[in-house]
Structures are given as C-alpha cells and as structure tokens.
C-alpha cells in the first residue's frame, strides 16, 4: 500500500432503509410545453430550500457539436445555464437559472461510450453515461472502475461534479474523479471563439485538478476518460460487534481491508463492519450485491412504513422507533443486506466479480406499472421520510466524535432509534484529493511525520528551491539573507511504526512574559529610532541562534534528543499554545497581542512562480550586497518563510516575510 493512501477523512451517510421487490424515477425536469417553461427538483422531489428552481428552456445535446451550440447560444445571449443529469440525486442544487432567461443543459442523451481500450486500460464515455454502464462496459472488456459509490443511478458528469465516491484507503482513493486522466469541457468564450471553447485537459495539464471536482460551475462536461484496472473479484463478509470500541477500531479497520465500511447503530450499542477486500478471479463464487433498500418496493407497503413513521412522531413514541429500528436492522443482518451467491445466501464470505459488488440500483429498472411498486424514496407516492445528510470528519476527530455520539446515548438511550431506522449512520474512507474541491483533510492519526532542520550557506539557494520541495513532501524553508544562510525543513511522511512520540511547539507561537516582550520591543525601537543597524544584526543573529538551539519548538516525549523528531502527523504541522494561556492578567500573552507593548509585527505574503523564483533569490542576494545590514531587522522576525503551494496555473511560493 502507498503511504500516501493513509490521507483520508470518514465520511458518514445518513441513508433511508426499507424496500422489497417500481415504476422507474420520472425525469427530473419537466416542461409545460415541449421544451419551455422548465422546472428541475431532485431525485427526491424537492431540494431543502423548498424553492422551485425555474428555466424558461432546456435542451438535449447528442454531440459535442450539439453541445458547444447551446453554450455558445447562452454564451452570447448572456443567458444564465444549469447543467442536469438524468437522474439529478444532488442533495443541493447550488444555483437556478434565472427562471425568465435561464436555460437547462440536460446530458441525458449524451449517453455513449465513445472507447474502450483495454490494452490500455482506459474507456472514454460522453458525460451523461451512467455509472451502471461504466460498469458493465468495462467488466466486458475485462476491466473494472476499481472504486465507486454504492447507488449506480449516477452520471459519470455528476459524480465528478460533486466529487463521489466509494470507501477505501487504498490505491488513489475511494473518488471516482481521482481515475479521470482526461476530459472535455465545454467554456462559456467570446466572439473570438465562437462564444463557446472546447478545452481537452489531460494529467500534464494542472487544470484537470481543477475541472475534476468543478460543482458544474467551470463549463459543461462533454467526455471523460478513465483510468481502469484488470477485472478482479471482491469477498465481502459483515461482522456485528459491540461499540465499545468504536473509536479505536475506525482507526484502523480501514488499512486493513480495501473496501472497509462500518455502519453504526448507537442506540443498539452495534457496529457493523464490511470485510471487503480484492481476491483472484479464481476465486470460487458468483456473487451479487443487490442492496435491499435500492429495490423496488410495493407503495402500499412504503405508504404504511410512511403512515407508522408519522404516528410515531406525532405521539412522540420513543419506544416505537426503537422497536422498528430493531426490526428494520435485522431484516437487514438477516437477509445479509442483499448479497447472494447464485441467487441465495448461503453464508459469508459472498465472492463474486467487482461490477456485481460494488454497487446497485435495481429500482431504476422497474416496470412500468403505475406506481404498484417503486423507489422508496419517489415523491410521486407516499414513500419514506428521506432526508439525507453526509459530513466529513478528520481522523484526529473521529475517536472524538464517536465518543460525544455514545454520550448522548448515555443521556437518552432512545434518542437515535429514528436514526437507526433508517439504517443509522454509514461510514466510509476517503482519502485526501489532489483536485482543488476534493476532500483536503488528511489521516492526521495514522500518519507520522520526520523532522530535520539543515542551515546551509545561500550561495545556491535558488538553484536549490527548484527541487527541494518535490524531494520532500512538506519542505519549507526559512532564509536570513544578511547571514547568508538559509535553513532547509526536511519534513517527509514516515511509516506510523516508526519511533518518536514528536511535537511541535513552535517557540514563536508560545505564551511569552509580557515584561520580556516589553523588553525585545523597546530595543527594537531604539534601534530604529538611532538608525542602529549593527544593533539589529546582533539581535537577529541571537534570536535565530536561540531557534536554532531549540530546534525551533520541536521536542521528542518533551525533551529535543537530537534529529530527526518523529511523531504523528496532528502534533507535527501546526502550532499555537499562547491560545490556551491562562487568564492571568496579561502578565503574559501571545508576542502580538496589541493589549501589552508586544513584538513589532508585519506579515507580508506573496507568491512567486518557481519560473521566477531563481531570479528574486539574485535580487534580493544583490541587495545585501549594496547593503549588508539591510535585512536584519527582518531577520529578528525569523527572516523569509518559503513555503511550495500548487495553483492550476504554476507551482510556486508563499513568502511570508
């Protein structure tokens, strides 16, 4: 496994249970005339603002040339465009049309897939092709999607637009946008262009970061191209436990098993853990996971789950939901959620190829029958309450969150039945996305980081920041031009088995003695006030000596034996203790408080393009040399922090002087 697989938050899916064997989804825009006076809801029949979302229009492309035209169309017309799917499962809608002028761009007919190359491994599809489809297609040119959501009712537009994604710590990631290595996205241009651009954006372009999780607001998707794995088998097997050990187990159980979920009934005290994990072909079994609440179910049947949820609510039956949240999770357990092996559950582990395990749907594929049977969650009848909410919660938080969660139980066993009868809470891993609106939050508990501070002579500095950042992954470096030293941060993820116990206390960043900061900030005024250069050379030459004895705040169990410092990711990248100070009267206080006559402080930021960045190095080496002394009052602040950041457009540096 990749150690940089162990980036991840978990997220946690509020899904509605209950369902049997449906007339499939109506469409999710509907026109009063042909085409014209629109409106578009989700898949749920309404979105959680209760606002009807408008469009004076809506038009169906087959092609990229069909669809340039119509963004070129509202392009010159100024005409305000949302883009739709055919199955519209966005829990938000973002942003309407203006309903008078707006115009709808469906990608229900840019339905195909375009290629498949399996020597390759990659298949290209227009973006309206379904997640079923990618699917099918590629289990039959021996391929898989490795990893994906669990409902198939999805575009592959729409799953990057809102980043979805599966559960796993491995490979990439669990997001299907991280095995996007090309696309075609249609922009809003002028009259140069035609009103309308098609940009190809591949892997050697840093915009493809950008486009990869979009939310539909850079242009609308025309084709994509995936990156797929040989076809492989999955084991599945589900274990209840007590969640004593919730907390700690989250922790870890996702190293453990590729595709690990867990989900959670607090009130019950359980968890349940998916052991699922990627076998050879040659294992024996057929399996398929047709997850029960995505079938179609009777609506007489959901109009009375619907009419009991209701009662209950309304006699504030606490013990009711309880016994139906009972009920409902064992039904579950007991038919093995709705994985079989030749049509029957025999018992676990169920194995079978990855396009019959990863995810279902088949309430998209009913008769059409008259609403006898459909979705649960279909607003045309009077099915389930369907309220669905997703949050992600870093690792350094989760033990946190678990535990708050069981206190609450412990304060009204009864408080979360409601919850459980709609399955309780699902928990999947995500790892940290290299598109700009994928997950950010890294496994702050189950990384570790190693620390090493090097002070070398500036004469190569600029040649040096070229590479330094891409040899280690959170290098920084501080430089002290008067000095001509620079200080390099060899900051690299390490194996979590690796020893250390290390912090990060960065010393500027603690509770300072009020009276000290008096001292440092009077000397620092009666040097400017006397022209003092030499004064401030000394006092900058004493500070960063005194950061560099102390190894800038970094301790091992409290004491610095000594690089490199290891310990884990949370307690290595950032700082701040003057925050938790006690109250004690200003006696003291973080050095820039303005309530005491604290540091002088000016924060200055800017960003260089490492195209550039050679040449500032020369220029301000330049300026020393006319003036020697000219930087030391900046270096009594701990000189230039560079720091590498990655844009769409350069991979530059965050100067902090």
Request: charged share 20%; aromatic share 10%; with cysteine.
């Amino acid at each position: 496994m990749k150690e940089q697989v162990l980036r991840f938050t978990l997220v946690f899916l509020f899904i509605c249970v209950c369902g049997v064997i449906a007339t499939p989804p109506e469409d999710p825009i509907q026109c009063a005339s042909k085409n014209t006076k629109c409106t578009i809801t989700n898949t749920y029949g309404m979105f959680p603002d209760r606002a009807t979302c408008n469009a004076s229009e809506v038009v169906y492309p087959t092609s990229e040339e069909e669809l340039v035209a119509a963004v070129a169309s509202a392009s010159k017309n100024k005409r305000k465009v949302k883009v739709a799917t055919r199955f519209s499962h966005s829990i938000t809608k973002l942003a309407c049309t203006d309903g008078e002028n707006g115009l709808l761009i469906s990608t229900k007919n840019l339905n195909k897939i375009l290629n498949i190359d399996a020597k390759e491994g990659t298949m290209t599809v227009q973006s309206g092709v379904s997640l079923r489809e990618i699917m099918a297609a590629a289990a039959d040119a021996g391929l898989a999607l490795p990893y994906a959501p669990y409902w198939w009712g999805l575009t592959i537009g729409g799953m990057m637009g809102t980043g979805a994604h599966g559960s796993t710590l491995w490979g990439k990631g669990s997001a299907v946008h991280e095995y996007v290595v090309e696309l075609r996205i249609v922009t809003p241009s002028g009259p140069k262009d035609g009103y309308a651009k098609v940009r190809t954006l591949d892997e050697s372009d840093p915009s493809l970061n950008a486009a990869r999780v979009s939310l539909g607001v850079l242009g609308v998707l025309s084709q994509v191209t995936l990156k797929l794995q040989p076809l492989f088998k999955r084991s599945i097997t589900y274990v209840t436990k007590n969640d004593s050990d919730l907390g700690d187990e989250l922790l870890t159980f996702g190293t453990k098993h590729e595709f690990a979920d867990v989900m959670w009934y607090p009130s019950q005290k359980k968890a349940v853990y998916r052991i699922d994990d990627r076998v050879p072909v040659s294992a024996n079994g057929t399996g398929l996971y047709n997850f029960f609440p995505f079938r179609s179910t009777p609506s007489v049947a959901l109009a009375v789950v619907r009419s009991t949820e209701e009662l209950q609510e309304a006699l504030h039956d606490a013990n009711g939901k309880c016994i139906s949240a009972k009920l409902i999770t064992g039904l579950l357990s007991g038919i093995a959620y709705g994985l079989t092996n030749n049509g029957i559950f025999r018992g676990y582990p169920v194995v079978g190829y990855s396009n019959r395990m990863q995810a279902s749907g088949t309430c998209l594929d009913s008769f059409h029958d008259d609403l006898i049977t459909a979705c649960p969650w279909d607003p045309r009848i009077k099915g389930e309450f369907f309220f669905q909410t997703t949050f992600s919660i870093p690792m350094s938080d989760v033990k946190n969150f678990v535990e708050d969660v069981q206190k609450l139980v412990e304060l009204e066993p009864k408080s979360l039945c409601g919850l459980e009868m709609e399955n309780g809470i699902l928990m999947r891993y995500v790892t940290a996305s290299s598109a700009y609106l994928g997950k950010s939050e890294d496994a702050v508990d189950l990384i570790k980081r190693s620390i090493t501070y090097v002070t070398k002579n500036d004469s190569d500095l600029g040649d040096e920041l070229l590479t330094f950042g891409r040899k280690h992954e959170f290098g920084d470096v501080m430089w002290y031009p008067s000095h001509k030293k620079a200080v390099y941060r060899i900051d690299d993820r390490v194996s979590v088995n690796a020893s250390g116990n290390g912090l990060y206390n960065f010393f500027p960043f603690r509770s300072t003695p009020s009276i000290a900061l008096a001292i440092v900030r009077s000397t620092e005024e009666l040097d400017e006030a006397l022209h003092y250069a030499n004064g401030k050379c000394i006092a900058a030459k004493l500070i960063t000596a005194l950061l560099s004895s102390i190894a800038y705040g970094l301790t091992n169990n409290g004491h610095f034996h000594g690089y490199p410092v290891v310990g884990y990711s949370h307690r290595m990248q950032a700082s701040g203790t003057c925050l938790d100070s006690y109250h004690d009267d200003l006696i003291t206080a973080c050095p820039w408080d303005p309530r005491i006559k604290g540091e002088f402080f000016h924060q200055t930021t800017f960003s260089i393009p490492l195209s550039d960045v050679k040449n500032f190095v020369k220029d301000v080496q330049k300026l020393v040399e006319l003036e020697p002394k000219s930087l030391c009052g900046l270096e009594m602040e701990n000189g230039i922090l560079m720091r590498y950041i990655e844009n769409p457009l350069d991979l530059g540096f965050s100067v902090f002087c």
